[in-house]
């Protein structure tokens, strides 16, 4: 698939079938974040792969703005070493597994990490230490439904020349 188009069908995907995701794909997802760019090379990220039901389903009780992770086939979730630009790292990281996940024709979605006050309570979860944030989470699966293309504002809506 050519980077743009992979760019147009990439959609949160919140349904999924109930079928596994091969270990190689899901090393393959997390080489995909790895590759990120990271301000001063620093790499500061940890990906923690969870396909245990149990935890999935834990999962969704605590992180109540993807309950949805409960029912997917795994989840990623990408914490960073504290440093100056962590949560750029880390977002970088989230949207390369997203943008993979879609050209493997995975469903995903981005699960919000770092200011919710889920925070903690993932990371106990999850064996995180201190000096980890929580920056995503990343549910994933073989999509329920065929993906639909988002609707986004237009070009012109959104470009400005020079100035406002």
Request: hydrophobic share 40%.
């Amino acid at each position: 698939m050519q980077t743009f188009d992979c760019i147009a069908k990439r959609a949160s995907i919140r349904e999924y079938e109930s079928r596994p995701i091969e270990k190689k794909l899901l090393e393959k997802l997390v080489d995909a974040g790895r590759r990120a760019p990271t301000a001063r090379a620093v790499e500061p990220w940890e990906f923690v792969v969870i396909q245990e039901r149990r935890t999935l389903k834990k999962l969704g009780e605590i992180a109540t703005s993807g309950s949805f992770v409960k029912d997917a086939a795994c989840c990623i979730v990408i914490f960073c070493k504290e440093t100056k630009y962590y949560l750029e790292d880390g977002c970088a990281a989230t949207e390369n597994i997203l943008l993979c996940a879609a050209d493997l024709g995975l469903g995903a979605c981005w699960i919000a990490g770092d200011k919710k006050p889920y925070v903690d309570e993932v990371s106990k979860l999850l064996g995180g230490g201190e000096d980890l944030k929580l920056i995503s989470l990343i549910s994933l699966g073989w999509p329920k439904e065929e993906v639909k293309q988002r609707k986004n504002r237009s070009l012109q809506d959104v470009i400005h020349w020079e100035k406002f």
